[in-house]
């Protein structure tokens, strides 16, 4: 057991090394925003990308669909967008030969292995419940039927932090169905002058598919089995809990904070601690790993109440907080 673990190790890591060298050539800088995206796939979740628009959300959704060899959708939140828009519908069908009418159902953007949901809060609660429930439950319900969505699913959902009006926030429900939130930021300058010179003097580089569904599903098996300490679970349970003010929370836990994170965000810590450790090619995941997801998992978990809001109290001084822990 232990030779065929070791044996997949090595071939997850070459193969995570050509996956990081494709995107590469589409997506310029933003290392950790890719990492963790391969993250929150390769522990089998979902993700939500926050931030300011040109940042290049929907590139780099189209290219871990591409090198993932993954099927991929995108699909444009609108308040009008209804749930057929996203899940399909059925439609009234003439046979041209013999004239009869049967209906037909035709599938929506959601059977696929990739969807981006752009401008996530933007769509209505009715909208964004349908699409809850495909991420949760890996199969929608229409027309009193209920069918799968195809496996893997990955929702890679992204928001604008800048523009709240005409939105609806998504509900707290929802938003713990997201493993991580990976905040999107502005390139560096050289960067940026490394983005532009390229976008405006060649065409894009096509790239190549580095994984095959069943690559991606092997993996994805791989960080399941993946060891990691008991000092890094015991962390990671101790870090979640602090964050609650009904329990092990400190004084400014029971000051600030509204709601502390769930049950669901000790589990995202740990199967996202084994797959980063894995992206940076350590066969155990540890509490560096714990400490290094804690942010991302805990971000879109943790409700501040009225005084912080008033007070300009927020994650970071969480964040501070919680280096008393653990």
């Known amino acids: ?54 940042l290049a959300k929907t590139r780099l959704v189209n290219t871990l669909g591409t090198v993932l060899g993954l099927g991929h959708n995108r699909i444009q939140c ?38 981006m949901a752009d401008e996530i809060n933007r ?12 991420m949760q439950e890996k199969q929608v319900s229409v027309a009193g039927d209920t069918m799968k969505v195809p496996t893997p699913f990955h929702v890679l959902a992204t928001q604008n932090p ?14 713990d169905r997201f493993l991580l ?27 190549k598919k580095i994984l095959s569904l069943k690559e991606l599903e092997k993996i994805q098996n791989l960080v ?5 300490t008991d000092e890094a679970v015991e962390v990671a349970l101790k870090l979640v809990r602090a964050t609650r ?8 836990v029971k000051e600030y904070i509204g709601f502390g994170a769930g049950p669901r965000a000790a589990q995202a810590l740990v199967s996202t601690a084994k797959a980063y450790a894995l992206i940076q090619g350590r066969e155990a995941a540890d509490v560096m790993d ?31 907080e919680l280096e008393k822990v653990a």
């Open 162 to 175: 800048i523009e709240q009006e005409g939105t609806y926030p998504l509900p707290e429900a929802q938003l």
């Open 1 to 54: 057991m232990r030779t065929t673990l070791l044996k997949d190790f090595e071939t997850a890591s070459a193969q995570i090394k050509s996956l990081q060298m494709e995107i590469a050539k589409a997506i310029v800088g933003q290392k950790q925003v890719v990492d963790l995206s391969l993250t929150a796939i390769f522990a089998g979740g979902h993700a939500l990308l926050v931030g300011a628009p040109g």
């Open 78 to 115: 609108t308040p009008d967008l209804m749930p057929s828009d996203i899940l399909g519908a059925e439609i009234l069908e003439e046979d041209s030969k013999t004239g009869k009418r049967a209906f037909k159902f035709v599938k929506g953007p959601v059977f696929t292995n990739l969807l």
């Open 224 to 228: 399941r089995q993946m060891p990691i």
């Open 245 to 252: 003010p009904q329990e092990d929370g400190s004084d400014f």
């Open 123 to 134: 769509a209505s609660p009715r909208t964004q419940s349908a699409l809850l429930q495909a």
């Open 290 to 320: 714990v400490h290094f997801m804690l942010e991302a998992v805990l971000k879109h978990r943790v409700g501040f109440n009225f005084t912080a809001k008033a007070q300009g109290v927020g994650f970071v001084d969480l964040m501070k």
């Open 181 to 207: 939130q990976v905040d999107v930021g502005y390139p560096t300058f050289s960067e940026e002058k490394e983005l532009v010179l390229q976008t405006t003097s060649q065409e894009d580089e096509k790239l």
